[in-house]
């Protein structure tokens, strides 16, 4: 079956400081890839996402390219802030299927 | 647009009471989804609804029921709830076939605990 490999957490950075959370994926078909946000108390929401081979998805400095030869939807931002504390979700859907699969999720948490 | 709304916010259960968690989307989204949130266990799928009067299995359904009231609506409950139950459960709808290309859209979560 499906299934979404994130790196576990949390992950403590300084403010500015680069940002990788790694995400891998095993998947039957070609999926699409996702990014979730989740901010404290809150319901998930897309930051951004991927649908093909090579494309990049990218929102709020955020960016992520879909690799298929290596089966992997890195997270990266070149300068975090403080308002980008939160948990972070890698998902995927496959084409035909209704069903999104998680990874188990990574914490970040970003000081002054 | 509301977007996914859900209620309650919260709530406590002693072990054995039975309570009906209710969602709604303004979306006209096709699918619906019912998944609990644990900590380390990230989000796992309880019940799905690929379309109005159809519901399936998720990854963990024991324990719970769903109804797809209309297109709109998608609520779950809890029978006869356990401890084991005590989790944050979100509601989210899917985007169409064909179009915004299946992202999925949450609820602001219900908090349950079960005593």
């Known amino acids: 079956g499906d299934s979404v490999t994130q790196m576990e957490g949390p992950v403590t950075l300084s403010e500015e400081a680069f940002l990788t959370i790694n995400c891998t994926y095993t998947?039957?078909?070609?999926?699409?890839l996702f990014w979730y946000v989740q901010y404290p108390g809150e319901g998930l929401q897309l930051l951004l996402k991927?649908?093909?081979?090579?494309d990049k998805g990218s929102n709020k400095g955020f960016e992520a390219t879909y690799r298929k030869e290596t089966t992997s939807f890195h997270l990266e931002k070149g300068s975090v802030q403080v308002s980008d504390s939160a948990v972070y979700f890698c998902?995927?859907?496959?084409?035909?299927?209704?069903?999104?699969?998680f990874g188990t999720g990574t914490k970040l948490q970003v000081i002054p | 647009n509301a977007g996914v709304t859900q209620t309650p916010k919260f709530q406590v259960l002693k072990t054995g009471q039975s309570m009906t968690l209710q969602c709604a989307q303004d979306m006209n989204h096709n699918s619906m989804y019912w998944y609990r949130q644990d900590p380390g266990m990230g989000l796992r799928l309880i019940y799905y609804?690929?379309?109005?009067?159809?519901?399936d299995k998720g990854e963990v359904p024991n324990g719970y029921n769903v109804s797809r009231l209309n297109k709109r609506e998608f609520s779950l409950r809890l029978e006869s709830a356990a401890p084991s139950q005590t989790s944050v459960y979100f509601c989210a709808s899917g985007g169409l076939r064909r179009s915004d290309t299946d992202t999925q859209y949450f609820g602001p979560g219900t908090r349950l605990t079960v005593l």
């Open positions: 998902a995927l859907i496959t084409r035909g299927y209704q069903k999104v699969t």
């Open positions: 609804s690929a379309s109005e009067g159809t519901t």
């Open positions: 991927a649908t093909k081979a090579d």
């Open positions: 998947a039957t078909g070609y999926p699409s």
